[in-house]
């Protein structure tokens, strides 16, 4: 189907992507920023704040709950042969 014919393209879903633990902060940080604050961010998002602040300060990993806020889900790699 197409548009032409009356029809509706499906949507891509986004591929997945690897990204560091630096990138998933710099991520919480840019929503930090689009929310005007730390606490606005946390409770828009339903986070716990203090864990959030720790992230940002390179204090703590961020926790699951942080790296779902901004759509990252923690992965275990297996390299080489098992």
């Known amino acids: 189907m197409d548009e032409m014919s009356g029809g509706v393209l499906p949507l891509r ?3 997945p ?3 560091t633990e630096a990138e998933a902060v710099e991520l919480l940080r840019s929503r930090v920023v689009e929310a005007g ?3 606005a ?3 828009a ?3 716990n704040a203090n864990d959030l602040g720790q992230a940002l300060l390179g204090r703590k990993a961020p926790t ?3 790296l779902a806020a901004v759509g990252v889900r ?3 790699v297996l390299e080489g042969a098992a």
Do not use: E, H, M, Y
């Open 13 to 15: 879903a986004a591929v």
């Open 17 to 19: 992507r690897f990204v």
């Open 37 to 39: 604050s730390k606490k």
């Open 41 to 43: 961010f946390a409770t």
């Open 45 to 47: 998002a339903g986070i």
């Open 64 to 66: 699951r709950a942080l």
């Open 74 to 76: 923690k992965a275990l």
